[in-house]
């Protein structure tokens, strides 16, 4: 029978409970017959004994078959068949191949064997024997079942417990960025939304004394392997800025990428992913191709300027006198990648500020989103012309605005990417 005090026990690690959860937990005591006792003796007993689903058949201590009930019960029910099976052998109505395991076989394999045997074994359960192989009981397909689907419920639980510390921490890698936006900007939105609970979008925010640097920043994947990047790139980052990089967006960006690629091994001599090999190659090396397309913002508020490097992540903005989203355009390399060269020179771009100038970065999160009567993009076009219709409001406002277009939009589409915006207004 099931251990419920260890079902009971939800603080545990999978790999204690696991190894709790043995042949031998689904053990039940059920009595045997021998190849000498008759079917009438067989029938004797299971009428006396109705929860019965089966007999094992038992030879000096080894089992040799298993009656199953329906099957013995119907065969014995047959005109005649009392007459003449009624004082032979048991062994005439026994399966000779029933599924025999040991009693420290783990619920895993156990499973498998099961499966592998097919359907007899769900309902006629299964032999337990101890190392030499003698018999020790049954074990029933439905104990079978509902173990393992303790386990997977185990299992989902904890992983989730660790996805949910993993957001926690990610989000705390996020508040020294969130403080010092609050500090510099007076109107702005951020808006943070990992496609699960946790994500390979983040965004970063550092003030100087002469200004502030600012990055919206879309690593490989989403999920838990999207957040151990942003982890990374937040390390990176953090480092890099230590010196006077931070004038030089464009120079930050080559320094991230020597560090990405030296650091995921992502070059032409330790990584064999490129132009000769690709994802479903069976060579046994380690293989990954993983980076970052991102936007690095210098903005001296000194002297009013906004020196801007992307990364495939295009800068909008809009100011009060020309009344028209402009784009500033990224290079079409991603940071760190296996086809990105080690001395790739990413481009400054520089555009002067004006007050209530509004300045927009998103990930690709909202512009490939697909939706809509005709199942395209989003697209940068829409954006923009969101942009332009509610830039003269709060930028909280526009922020609101422009995630309800992108939820109208995507309707029941399935969510593709993690969704990073972030708005403010000089």
């Avoid at 078959?65 to 062994?91: Q, T, V, W, Y």
């Avoid at 500020?353 to 690709?364: N, R």
Wanted: aromatic share 10%; charged share 25%.
């Amino acid at each position: 029978m099931l251990d419920q005090a260890l079902v009971n026990q939800t603080k545990i690690g999978l790999t204690e409970i696991e190894s709790a959860y043995i042949a031998k937990s689904l053990l039940r005591i059920i009595p045997s017959v021998s190849p000498q006792q008759t079917n009438q003796e067989v029938l004797n007993l299971l009428s006396e004994q109705p929860e019965l689903v089966a007999l094992p058949v038992v030879e000096d201590n080894k089992p040799i078959g298993l009656i199953n009930r329906s099957i013995f019960m119907d065969g014995m029910a047959k005109p005649f068949r009392r007459e003449l099976f009624a004082r032979k052998s048991c062994i005439a109505f026994m399966d000779k191949d029933p599924l025999i395991v040991n009693q420290d076989m783990s619920i895993q394999t156990l499973s498998f064997k099961v499966v592998h045997s097919g359907g007899k074994t769900l309902n006629d359960g299964f032999i337990i024997t101890n190392e030499e192989g003698n018999y020790l009981g049954l074990g029933t397909g439905e104990d079978l079942v509902k173990t393992v689907s303790y386990l997977q419920a185990e299992k989902n639980r904890l992983v989730m417990e660790s996805i949910n510390y993993a957001s926690i921490i990610q989000k705390s890698f996020l508040h020294a960025s969130k403080e010092d936006m609050n500090a510099v900007l007076g109107d702005y939105f951020m808006h943070w939304e990992p496609r699960d609970k946790v994500g390979g979008d983040y965004y970063f925010c550092k003030k100087f004394d002469d200004g502030f640097f600012i990055a919206l920043i879309d690593c490989t994947g989403h999920g838990v392997p999207g957040a151990f990047m942003t982890l990374i790139m937040a390390s990176f980052l953090d480092h890099i800025l230590m010196g006077n990089n931070r004038h030089d967006p464009a120079g930050a960006l080559a320094l991230m990428n020597k560090k990405v690629k030296v650091a995921l091994g992502q070059t032409d001599e330790l990584n064999p992913v490129g132009s000769s090999m690709n994802r479903y190659s069976t060579d046994n090396r380690e293989q990954s191709d993983d980076g970052m397309d991102t936007a690095f913002c210098w903005v001296n508020t000194q002297a009013n300027k906004l020196v801007y490097a992307g990364a495939k992540t295009p800068l909008f903005y809009i100011d009060s006198t020309s009344e028209e989203v402009k784009l500033l355009g990224p290079d079409r390399k991603g940071v760190g990648y296996v086809d990105t060269p080690m001395n790739y020179v990413w481009t400054n771009k520089e555009i002067e500020l004006s007050s209530g100038m509004c300045i927009y970065l998103t990930t690709d999160g909202i512009i490939d989103q697909i939706g809509g009567h005709k199942n395209i993009a989003f697209g940068k076009k829409r954006f923009s012309k969101l942009i332009n219709d509610n830039y003269q409001k709060p930028m909280p406002d526009q922020a609101t605005i422009i995630m309800q277009a992108y939820y109208e939009y995507q309707g029941k589409q399935r969510r593709r990417d993690d969704v990073s915006l972030m708005g403010f207004r000089i």
